[in-house]
C-alpha cells in the first residue's frame, strides 16, 4: 500500500540521516526496521553480523546500521560503528529480558562512544505479559542521568509488533534530527470515523482531495483495520510524498487523519483518542453523523485544520 501511495505524488527534497540501531540480541531492532520499511509486523530472524537498511520516513531518510547483539558482535562492531559520524544512536531494550545489568552496561558504554549523537532509548515488546513496568527501567539504567546530558535522549516504551506508541518515538527522532523537536504541529486534512460495530463511517473534509487519493487512503485503512482487529487498541501510519494517514483505534472505533508529510504524528494520535472519546456518547444515542464530526473537530482544534491560503510554508495544493 505505502509504495502505491508514493508513486502519486511527486516526492520532495529527503535529508539523509546516518542511523545506528543496537542493543542486546533478541531486543527487537530488526523488528523495529522492518515495521519502519512496511508499517507492520513482520517476524523475523536473528541478525548476525549487520544488516544496512534505507527507510523514509516523514521527509528523512535514515540510512540504518542494524547490528547484532551477541557478545561477539557488542565487541567487534559496535565501537567502530559507533564512532564514525553518525547522526543518532537508537538503544533496543526488550522489557521482558532479565539481562538488565547486561544491557544497561551495553547501554551506557555504547553511548561513550559518540558522545554528540542524539539518542533514541527504546524499551521494546511492552506487550509481553513479563514485561517490567517503564519506570523500573528507567530507575534500574539509571536512565535520569542520560536525559540530563547536553545531547537530545528520547526515551520511549513501545510495542514494535503491535505499533503501540511506535510512531511517537521516530516521530520524536524525527523532529530532532529536522531541528524541529519543540514543533508539535498537526494539520488536518481529511478525518475518517469508523464505527466497527455499526459499521457507520463519518467523514470531516477540510481541503479537496481527489477521489482516486481518498479510495486509496480509504483502501489504506481496511487494510490496516485487518492488521489492528486482533487487538482493541492499535496503531499504524501509511505515507504518501506530500500526505500522510494515521489510522488510530480504540475498540470499537477506527480514526484515520490524513495529515501533511511532516506534520506530528504523536499530536494527530492525542487528537484521534480524544476525538473517539469525546464522540462515543453521540454515538451512543444515535445523534452523530458527519456534519457533527465536522463541527466537533472546527470547536475543539481549529488550530489544526489546514488552511491552505495561510499556511504558505507547506507546498501542498489542492487537488
Not at 92 to 110: C, G, H, M, P, T
Not at 151 to 170: H, M, Q, W
Not at 209 to 238: A, C, H, R, W, Y
Amino acid at each position: 500500500m505505502s509504495s502505491i501511495l508514493r508513486r502519486i505524488f511527486k516526492g520532495k527534497e529527503t535529508i539523509n540521516y546516518e542511523i545506528v540501531i543496537i542493543g542486546l540480541d533478541n531486543a527487537g531492532k530488526t523488528t523495529i526496521v522492518n515495521r519502519m520499511l512496511r508499517s507492520e509486523f513482520i517476524p523475523t530472524t536473528r541478525t548476525l553480523g549487520v544488516n544496512y537498511r534505507t527507510v523514509k520516513y516523514r521527509q528523512i531518510l535514515f540510512n540504518i546500521v542494524d547490528l547484532g547483539g551477541q557478545e561477539i558482535y557488542r565487541n567487534l562492531l559496535w565501537k567502530p560503528a559507533l564512532e564514525k559520524r553518525i547522526s543518532a544512536i537508537v538503544f533496543v531494550l526488550d522489557s521482558a529480558d532479565i539481562r538488565l545489568k547486561e544491557a544497561s552496561e551495553a547501554f551506557w558504554e555504547s553511548i561513550k562512544h559518540n558522545p554528540e549523537a542524539p539518542v533514541l532509548f527504546i524499551a521494546n515488546k511492552i506487550d509481553l505479559p513479563g514485561a517490567r513496568p517503564f519506570d523500573s527501567i528507567v530507575k534500574d539504567l539509571n536512565l535520569t542521568h542520560a536525559v540530563r546530558s547536553s545531547r537530545p535522549v528520547g526515551l520511549f516504551r513501545i510495542s514494535a509488533k503491535t505499533g503501540e506508541n511506535f510512531y511517537d518515538a521516530f516521530d520524536w527522532l524525527a523532529d530532532v534530527l529536522s531541528g524541529s523537536e519543540s514543533t508539535f504541529r498537526c494539520k488536518l486534512r481529511v478525518v475518517i470515523m469508523i464505527d466497527l460495530e455499526s459499521h457507520s463511517i463519518w467523514t470531516a473534509k477540510f481541503v479537496n482531495i481527489s477521489k482516486t487519493i481518498l479510495d486509496q487512503f480509504n483502501s489504506g485503512i481496511s487494510e490496516t483495520m485487518s492488521q489492528l482487529t486482533k487487538n482493541p487498541v492499535g496503531m499504524e501510519v501509511i505515507t504518501a510524498s506530500d500526505l500522510q494517514l494515521v489510522v488510530v483505534k480504540t475498540h470499537p472505533l477506527v480514526v484515520g487523519m490524513i495529515i501533511g508529510y511532516s506534520d506530528s504524528v504523536v499530536r494527530s494520535k492525542l487528537i484521534a483518542e480524544r476525538l473517539m472519546k469525546t464522540a462515543s456518547s453521540s454515538i451512543e444515542i444515535d445523534q452523530f453523523d458527519s456534519h457533527v464530526l465536522t463541527k466537533l473537530i472546527r470547536k475543539q482544534w481549529p488550530l489544526d485544520i489546514y488552511k491552505p491560503k495561510q499556511d504558505s510554508e507547506e507546498n501542498n495544493e489542492e487537488v
